[in-house]
């Protein structure tokens, strides 16, 4: 069965500062990875996702994660936080032949001026 | 706009009183999905359907029935709400090639 575990319950960061949300995964195989990103009281919106390829991925709003295969790991960075990062953030896992996605249980994000 | 469209937004039931929680895509998505969001716990897949005419159950099926009407629609059902089913609810559709797409959930209390 496949797992995530984001380490990180609480993290805040300087505006200006960077950022990285650690994600450690559990699969047997090279899975499908996500961040995905929600506001308070809003939906869940993609950040980003690795299928295959180039290990480091380019998403939205300045974010990039790399897939490190010999770590288990899918970290997010961002090189410079502005404070309407301030959310919850949540990695997920998916089996390239399943349809199902399993969530870590986030990483809650707080910028102070 | 294109997306998931869920309703209500908010529900407050009482224990042992029954609803359904709609869902609606039109982006043509084959697979339709069905999260309970809870403090510290991530989302927990309830119910899914890989595509029109077949469901089933995910990691926290109790309590729960789905109906996958047509392509655009998959309704989840309470039959007897209870406390522990409070919670926020996120229905998604998925394209193989872009990912999910969530809706913007249900807050459901049950008192």
């Known amino acids: 069965a496949q797992s995530v575990t984001q380490p990180d319950i609480h993290i805040t960061v300087s505006e200006g500062a960077s950022l990285e949300l650690r994600c450690n995964y559990s699969?047997?195989?090279?899975?499908?990875l996500f961040w995905y990103v929600q506001s308070p009281g809003q939906g869940l919106q993609l950040l980003l996702k690795y299928f295959s390829g180039d290990t480091l991925v380019q998403g939205i709003k300045g974010f990039e994660a790399e897939f490190k295969r010999s770590q288990s790991s899918f970290n997010l960075r961002k090189p410079s936080v502005h404070w309407s990062d301030a959310a919850e953030y949540f990695c997920a896992v998916g089996a390239p032949d399943d349809y199902k996605l399993s969530f870590g249980a986030g990483t809650t994000v707080t910028v102070r001026a | 706009n294109a997306g998931v469209t869920q309703t209500p937004k908010f529900q407050v039931l009482k224990t042992g009183q029954s609803m359904t929680l709609q869902c609606a895509q039109d982006m043509n998505h084959n697979s339709m999905y069905w999260y309970r969001q809870d403090p510290g716990m991530g989302l927990r897949l309830i119910y899914y359907s890989a595509s029109e005419g077949t469901t089933d159950k995910g990691e926290v099926p109790n309590g729960y029935n789905v109906s996958r009407l047509n392509k655009r629609e998959f309704s989840l059902r309470l039959e007897s709400a209870a406390p522990s089913q409070t919670s926020v609810y996120f229905c998604?559709?998925?394209?193989?090639?872009?990912?999910?797409?969530f809706g913007s959930g249900t807050r459901l209390t049950v008192v």
């Open positions: 699969y047997g195989a090279t899975p499908y």
């Open positions: 998604a559709s998925r394209d193989g090639a872009t990912g999910y797409t």
